[in-house]
């Protein structure tokens, strides 16, 4: 069974009246055509062919979907390099003096790379890995914080055509092992440390731990200088700056890459206690993620663009990275806080650069509304010409704020939904286009099918909550479900039968669909908590947990938070109840040891047993329902409803 019943949250959802796109935006935007939709739909598959056609192919694809799959092959028999299309051919067509990435360091230092410079860092930084011994299809782990050594590291890897599986900075060493491990990966590219409002954390001595938990060996590590300390080297290890240096002006030839080919690899949370490697394809991919990036945030060449995600998560590979940069944009990356120095600090950044697009998540949203209007209002906003949100549902009433505190009311907001899977957005507005509402995402992008069903699979009437369907592949699909070929066969019990779609992914998300075909999201229907847009298993969080000395059980959900979105919460069962104190503060130390501090819960709760069916499951849902403080539904499943009465409501909210 899917953990929730999506018609459970139909209640939260609110839906503000629609707003119409300022028409000084849409004489401008880069799609006007109204028709799209129904032009895409009548010629599906061909209709991608407008995505492809944004990029340089070595080698023509002779269908844009091979076969009748699955499996699916984007782009059949097309080959093209990522790093080609993101820095050489917009230097080949004259514009090597614009700014290709401009970076806000920590300490308030700044960087600006012109496409010629990335293009020399790039290809040497590609000899270098080359000479290290890193071959075609060789995965190359990037674990560093926003520098840009990062992106550089990545387009070098796909120029070479290694595949990077970037793992989250703030990740601890063993959640860096665990990836390392599953992706078989046996070269590193990490720093020396980095600052976290204000204070060093040393990102080497994690990797070094990790090294150490893994069963093969790492061939070679390659170190960042960012804090100005580079430690004593081993000899399989080499200073980032000094192999440049050593493979000063060479250059490497864009390997070409069929369409289907791996471009990257990267884990995310779901259901099992392991995180799940997700594999995207070059052609399709950056197709969709150009085609996106040029549509939905109608990104032009001339821009200045922000995207705030970390590059760790898979935003930033496709809306840092690759989709501005394919498009040959100015990309901003900012490593430090909202916050730090001073509340205004993005706003700040926003004037001083004229950032003309601007890409965050809720979560950002909402902590700048409790901040106060005052900070953006300090700043010339007025370069800005469209704004957008991922990762989470966005209230009406943070919409609106955005739209009129930092858009003046005249940036269209579009509100983005799609998953590390998906590879590239899905659901949104056409901000040239389409009317928005406050609330919704919006509808299926031009190509994109999708529908809400129901438990029997059957579509849900407008207003009602289901489960979120992809119904027609994508080509940014992931290479796991290119090749599943047994979609149906094997879906998990307890998911809605889908036997009625020739093909369809079960996206895991609870939404509901109006008259106009507009998307409400209403939250995951599986075991993964949201926190601040990112994903986090209760399994994964369970088992750190859990193996923490002195814990009998633990259980984790996830409850609304004011500023997170949703916040992790832990009821554990310690073996004896001594020094709670203790207990905890090992526990937290136990999280942030196997994953990281950002999966550290908000409040944990120490009850003497937890709610279980008479088989002896933990009823997870019960104890959603004690930490949001909802009726608690049918108990009569339960073997032990004394404990009930024991469970103590979640503390306060911290953070
Ligand atoms: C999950 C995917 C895709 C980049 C960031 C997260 C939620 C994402 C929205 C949105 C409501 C959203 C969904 C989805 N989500 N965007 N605009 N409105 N919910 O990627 O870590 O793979 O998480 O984020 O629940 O399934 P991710």
Known sequence: MPSEDPAARSA?????????PPPAFAEQANVTAASLREEFAENWPACWERAADLLDWRDDYEAVLGGDGPPFRWFEGGSLNASYNCIDRHVEAGRKNQVALRWAGRLGESRAYTYLDLHREVNEFAAALRALGVEEGDIVTLYMPMIPELPVAMLACARIGAPHSVVFAGFSADALATRMESADSEYLVTCDGYYRRGTPVHQKSKADNARVELDHSVEATVVVDRLGDQPPLDDDEYDYERLVRQHHSATVDPVPRDAGDMLFLIHTSGTTGEPTGVRHTTGGYLAQTAWTARSVLDIKPEDT?????????????????????????????????????????????????????????????????????????????????????????????????????????????????????????????????????????????PGISVEVVDEDGAPTDPGEAGYLTVDKPWPAMPLSMVEDTGWFADHEQGR??????????????????????????????????????????????????????????????????????????????????DDEATLRERIVAGVEDAIGPIAVPAGIVFTPDLPKTRSGKIMRRLLGAVARDDDLGDISALRNPEVIGELDPIPERED
């Open 12 to 20: 939260s959802a609110s839906v503000g009246a629609a707003v119409a």
């Open 305 to 445: 663009y922000w995207c705030s995600a970390d590059i760790g998560w898979i935003t930033g590979h496709s809306y840092i990275v690759y989709g501005p940069l394919a498009l040959g944009a100015t990309t901003m990356l900012y490593e430090g806080a909202p916050d730090y120095p001073e509340k205004d600090r993005v706003w700040e950044l926003i004037e001083r650069n004229a950032v003309d697009v601007f890409y965050t998540a809720p979560t950002a949203i909402r902590a700048f509304m409790k901040w106060g209007a005052e900070y953006p209002e300090s700043h010339d906003l007025s370069s800005l010409r469209l704004l957008g949100t991922v990762g989470e549902p966005i209230n009406p009433r943070a919409w609106k704020w955005y739209h009129e505190h930092i858009g003046n009311g005249e940036c269209p907001v579009v509100d983005t939904w799609w998953q590390t899977e998906t590879g590239a957005m899905m659901v949104t507005t056409l901000p040239g286009v389409d009317d928005m509402k406050p609330g919704s995402a919006g509808r299926p992008l």
């Open 496 to 577: 809605p039968p889908l036997d009625r779609f020739d093909w369809a992914y079960f996206t895991e998300d609870a939404a509901a669909v109006d008259e106009d075909g507009y998307i409400t999201l209403l939250g995951r229907v599986d075991d993964v908590i949201n926190v601040s847009g990112h994903r986090f298993g209760t399994m994964e969080i369970e088992s750190a947990i859990t193996a923490v000395e002195g814990v009998a059980e633990a259980a984790v959900v996830g409850a609304p938070h004011d500023l997170k979105g949703e916040a992790i919460y832990a009821y554990v069962t310690p073996v004896n109840a």
